[in-house]
């Protein structure tokens, strides 16, 4: 036991063993999460107080409370404040390179509510601008993206330990972390006056101590933070499978890596269900009414003048948070879900969530010149070039110059196609009219969305195969079949890690693209063409598979879940099944226009016996449209 009251053994053990939880080099203790945030501003020499100017800009949100503002206005920086994602609520970082200029010093991208920021896009911008980000953890212990733990993409992450979060003191507390030893050393000196060894103040420094009784409260809970975020995660999936339908109220958009310190919906008139929770004791938060460019204490400020943050305006007016903590059952989070669901219904037509209402923000002028392009971007170029002949460099012109015009869209079809293909297409999908042969439909389509180069433009696909690869040899899958394989990436690198590899799609380019990519790599993938009606061939030794995916095809069949039942019969009991469907503000692009993203899921499971097991989260490089991939157990 430590005899200390400040800087004791317990403090520097939780320091190790917190570095290592989030896979960083080093820890420092402070005395609360503001802190975090002030000293990690200060050890950049950000703001008047800290060796910059009072010109300097930090970039951050506005929904997220006062105390990121806080520190930044105590530093002497001012706040720039960036608007959020309709679906997320957190920072849209399509919209940063707008707001960066010669005064922007960082930027501070929040998770709030445990719900990750697209941090590979952050980190993209901020290495463009030559801008350091600090990420702001105060709500997120635990949270993942990309399975990295947040707070280790920027040069500093900062977590508060409030008794409230995921991770609690019994008081308060709050910890930076950072990969780098000379920022690590004058953190150490800011945190305590700014003193060397000898007690001699080097540079101008603050008291913010981390007590050694929280030190040690926080080491206890610590060990128990992962199955408690499971808890957590559980009671998310619950309220989601019975809200999700609902017409009446938005749930933040669901991530594998959320972590759920709070569980929010958005309802349309929220002083109405108010008086209703408290009419049975259910308790309920509001995080945050008030956007902070909005108030007060910084509306005024020449960086704060003038924002224009529709989405952020929109979700404060209408967030409400739910009950949320690890001693929460099932059984109660089923009670409030189901309860909140009709009384909202009871409410009446004019209760209806209206995404509508929120005026887009002005898009941002990009030049083409700026469009960084990825690795796995350039390689996908590359090959489909080496394939089809075609010019490499107008390719990558193109490509940019569409990034650049469209930088809220996903580079698709949805607006890559002739106008009078996208009307044939849509009305097909919608039921209105349905085509003679469509078998020629169907390589039509796929034809233009290959012409249309979707499948190397999407960064979300390198992120989702990444995963993929590694979620089904975790889970022990031998046998896959690739039911409307596209191009076939996700085959190619899952035969590359041992798997026995089927891909089957229709007749046409994509599948002679397909042969020539498979004979070129010298992978032994078996590759099938796919019949209309469909069916589904065996595997090559046996009679059931061990996952069967089928991203986005699911769209082109009138009857999508006749399609899942199929194959859900040639898989083995425990068997996964794989299903991804792309959204347009939680709307589907081609299945049913009631379906969003939560009802897709609850409808596979009520009208096919699945079990919902997973559900990955993605979003593309711009931001109205997102996928959502779903993984269902067959018992």
């Known amino acids: 036991v430590s005899t200390q009251s400040t800087w004791g053994s317990d403090v520097v053990a939780f320091e190790a063993e917190f570095a290592e939880f989030v896979n960083a080099q080093f820890a420092i203790g402070v005395a609360t999460g503001t802190d975090a945030i002030l000293l990690a501003l200060r050890a950049l020499n950000i703001g008047s107080i800290a060796g910059g100017k009072d010109t300097d800009e930090v970039i951050t949100v506005s929904n997220a409370g006062v105390p990121t503002i806080s520190a930044i206005r105590a530093v002497g920086a001012r706040p720039v404040f960036v608007d959020i994602l309709p679906d997320t609520l957190v920072m849209d970082p399509e919209q940063l390179p707008s707001l960066c200029n010669a005064n922007t010093k960082a930027i501070i991208p929040i998770h709030l509510y445990g719900h990750p920021v697209d941090m590979k896009r952050v980190c993209a911008i901020g290495k463009q601008f030559g801008i350091p980000i600090i990420e702001d953890c105060a709500q997120s212990h635990g949270t993942t993206f990309d399975g990295q733990i947040v707070g280790t993409f920027g040069v500093l992450g900062c977590f508060s330990f409030y008794p409230t979060k995921n991770l609690g003191a019994y008081g308060d507390a709050g910890i930076v972390v950072t990969n780098s030893p000379e920022l690590m050393q004058k953190l150490k000196q800011l945190r305590q006056y700014g003193w060397d060894s000898s007690r001699t103040a080097v540079i101008d420094g603050i008291n913010s101590r981390l007590d050694e009784i929280q030190a040690a409260i926080l080491r206890v809970k610590l060990g128990h ?105 099932t059984e109660t ?148 079949l690739d039911f409307a394989c596209g191009i076939a990436t996700d085959g190619m690198h899952l035969s590359k890690a041992g798997l026995s590899v089927t891909v089957m799609d229709l007749p046409g380019e994509t599948l002679n693209f397909v042969r020539w990519r498979v004979e070129r790599s010298q992978l032994n993938i078996r590759v099938l063409e796919a019949t209309t009606p469909p069916s589904i061939p065996s595997p090559p030794n046996g009679t059931h598979y061990d996952a069967i995916s089928c991203f986005q095809a699911l769209m082109y069949f009138p009857d999508p879940i006749k399609v ?68 269902f157990t067959k018992s």
């Open 564 to 631: 899942v039942n199929m194959m859900k019969e040639h898989l083995r009991p425990g068997g996964l099944l794989l299903l991804s469907v792309r959204f347009l503000n939680n709307h589907s692009l081609a299945l049913p226009q009631n379906w969003t993203q939560e009802h897709f899921a609850m409808k596979v499971v009520r009208e096919t016996g699945l079990s919902l097991n997973h559900v990955h989260h993605l979003w593309g490089p711009m931001t109205e449209q997102g996928s959502d991939l779903y993984v």
């Open 225 to 329: 933070l992962k199955e408690e975020i499971e808890r957590r995660r559980q009671c998310a999936n619950a309220y989601r499978m019975i809200l999700g339908n609902s017409k009446y109220l938005k749930l933040q958009a669901a991530h594998e890596g959320h972590s759920y310190h709070l569980f929010v919906i958005q309802v349309m008139k929220r002083d109405a269900l108010i008086p209703l929770l408290k009419e049975v004791s259910i308790g309920y938060g509001l995080h945050y009414p008030v956007p902070c460019h909005k108030m007060p204490a910084y509306s005024s400020l020449p960086s704060v003048v003038g924002s224009k943050l529709p989405v952020t305006e929109f979700a404060c007016d209408h967030v409400i948070s739910l009950p949320m903590y690890i001693g929460l059952t």
């Open 333 to 480: 989070v089923n009670k409030v879900a189901t309860y909140i669901k009709a009384k909202l219904e009871s409410l009446g037509s004019d209760h209806i969530f209206d995404n509508s209402i929120v005026v887009p923000s002005p898009t941002p002028s990009i030049s083409p010149d700026s469009i960084v392009i990825s690795e796995d971007v350039y390689k996908g170029f590359e090959e489909y070039c080496q394939y089809s002949s075609t010019d490499l460099n107008s390719l990558l012109q193109q490509y940019k110059k569409i990034r650049a015009e469209q930088p809220k869209r996903f580079i698709t079809w949805t607006f890559v196609l002739d106008e009078e293909f996208k009307k044939e297409q849509q009305e097909v999908l919608n039921g209105v009219v349905q085509p003679q042969n469509v078998t020629e439909f169907y390589a039509k389509t796929r034809n233009h969305i290959l012409e249309s180069l979707e499948y190397h433009v999407s960064d979300g696909r390198s992120k989702l195969t990444t995963w993929l690869v590694s979620y089904l040899k975790e889970k022990n899958v031998n046998t896959y």
